[in-house]
Nanobody, 134 residues
Framework: QLQLVESGGGLMQPGGSLRLSCAASGFTLDSYAIGWFRQAPGKEREGVSCISSSGGNTHYADSVKGRFTISRDHAKNTVYLQMNSLKSEDTAVYYC???????????????????????????WGKGTLVTVSS
């Protein structure tokens, strides 16, 4: 069964840190660009960060730039999202998604910026809840 599974969510105080993981089973992520999305209560889903298949290119939404870091470990078939300096507005369900990187546009290329998040994803995880509250 081909699936993405997120983990690492939980309750954290403002200013704290969490690391989310996105692990793939049933297929290898090597040829896929991976992104993190989030959906807060009552809001639309938004793109947070993406990373190219090689890991050489990354993109961040303005709201998380400088606080979040995306990375990938090909050996572990896993992508991470390190979240530092958490704010209450980071509270959301976080999803990872994968798209086969058949073109630069689908491979989180800097030229295309945030438009990558509007690409049709091939796989989605079920999400992990992050709650930032004191």
């Amino acid at each position: 069964q081909l699936q993405l599974v997120e983990s690492g969510g939980g309750l954290m105080q403002p200013g704290g840190s969490l690391r989310l993981s996105c692990a793939a089973s049933g297929f290898t992520l090597d040829s896929y660009a991976i992104g993190w999305f989030r959906q807060a209560p009552g809001k639309e889903r938004e793109g947070v960060s993406c990373i190219s298949s090689s890991g050489g290119n990354t993109h961040y939404a303005d709201s998380v730039k400088g606080r979040f870091t995306i990375s990938r470990d090909h050996a572990k078939n896993t992508v991470y999202l390190q979240m530092n300096s958490l704010k209450s507005e980071d509270t959301a369900v976080y999803y990872c998604a994968a798209v086969l990187a058949l073109s630069a546009r689908k491979n989180c290329a800097p030229l295309y910026g945030g438009s990558w998040y509007a690409s049709g994803m091939d796989y989605w995880g079920k999400g992990t809840l992050v709650t930032v509250s004191s």
